[in-house]
């Protein structure tokens, strides 16, 4: 039996272009990328995601995490950034260049994308996707089902493995096929289009954008770290992460490396702050003021505290007052 590898990004247009391959009756194995820029936290709920899938759509779907590569790629994408630090093109190839890894895998004779001519500025105009397969190494084994007809047919399609004719030639920015098409298939419920991938959200890729800039080497539990929290560059050069609530103080203690501190008021609840590359004693007084800053109020106050930072088993103790806000507002990340 045939089977196609589908590049699933969990939107419609993905949905559809499994949906579309898998009506004339070839296998469809969907595999879904994640980074902590986008899906990374399916990884800790594969199997239920892989259900939900299942049951939503009917498509089989896999996890890969690629962030490695991806954290390369993204400090110098050949093709550049879009708006912000999304470099969509060389996402794209990066994406198809490991699905193309995986055929052998799953014994699959093309692979799939739900890309749609027309509908992104930058990705998806017609001579992008035509790079955007040469670039990955995939011009001959991919196919479009949603935008087919709009293409010079496949080999997949010339050789008969799938009917050209029952393909689409969607094209534009118009989401009405799309829509059309899921009410075919009875699909009512699917994620709005847009969404999910924090390098196309500014202030998150500014963020993104000064870690690469800072460090020549990207840390995977780093990037995770810059996606949440309060990020402040103190006036040395530490870099200051504080928790907004349990949930994020938490993940800080997870994610923290041995050589980073950990700051937080012992007496008193309030943020925990991971504290990266401090040697001055300054930049220990300002994230001391800053954890006091916005630990809890006594009577509608910030008032004076006791702060501890743990490295290893190295610890000490600060007393220092609030930061007023106009002290550490440049600072903000
Ligand atoms: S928006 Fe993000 S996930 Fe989507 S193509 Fe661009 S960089 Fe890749």
């Known amino acids: 039996m045939t089977c196609a590898l589908a590049l699933f990004s969990g939107g419609l247009d993905s949905i559809l272009a499994c949906r579309v391959v898998a009506a004339q009756g070839i296998t469809v194995q969907a595999v879904k990328f994640v980074t902590p820029f986008f899906g990374y936290e399916l990884l800790a709920r594969e199997q239920e995601h892989a259900r939900k899938v299942k049951e939503s759509y009917g498509i089989d779907v896999v996890l890969r995490d690629v962030s490695e590569s991806y954290f390369t790629m993204l400090r110098n994408p050949p093709h550049g950034y879009g708006k912000n630090f999304n470099p969509c093109i060389d996402c794209k190839i990066l994406l198809l260049r490991e699905a193309k890894t995986m055929m052998k895998e799953f014994s699959a004779s093309f692979l799939i994308t739900g890309e749609v001519i027309g509908q992104r500025p930058m990705s998806q105009r017609r001579d992008t996707l035509r790079i955007i397969e040469r670039d990955s190494g995939c011009t001959g084994i991919l196919l479009r089902p949603l935008c087919a007809k709009t293409q010079e047919p496949t080999p997949a399609e010339r050789e008969g493995l799938i009917d050209r004719e029952l393909l689409l ?40 954008a000064w870690y690469y800039g800072r460090y020549p080497k990207v840390r995977l539990n780093d990037v995770r770290m810059l996606l949440f929290g309060r990020h402040f560059q103190l006036p040395h050069g530490g870099w200051l992460v504080l928790g907004r609530d349990e949930a994020e103080n938490s993940r800080l203690e997870t994610l923290h490396d041995p050589g980073d501190y950990l700051v937080h008021m012992p007496e008193r609840s309030g943020p925990m702050g991971v504290l990266h590359d401090a040697s001055h004693p300054d930049d220990f007084s300002a994230a001391a003021g800053l954890v006091v800053r916005f630990g809890k109020r006594i009577d509608g106050e910030a008032a004076r505290a006791t702060v501890l930072f743990a490295s290893g088993s190295e610890k000490f103790h600060l007393e220092t007052d609030p930061l007023g806000d106009q002290d550490f507002q440049r600072w903000a990340l």
């Open 169 to 208: 030639d969607f094209n534009g920015r118009g989401r009405q096929p799309q829509i059309q098409l899921a009410e075919q298939f009875g699909i009512n419920d699917y994620p709005r289009p847009a969404g999910g991938c924090v390098l196309t959200e500014p202030d998150q890729a500014k963020r993104i």
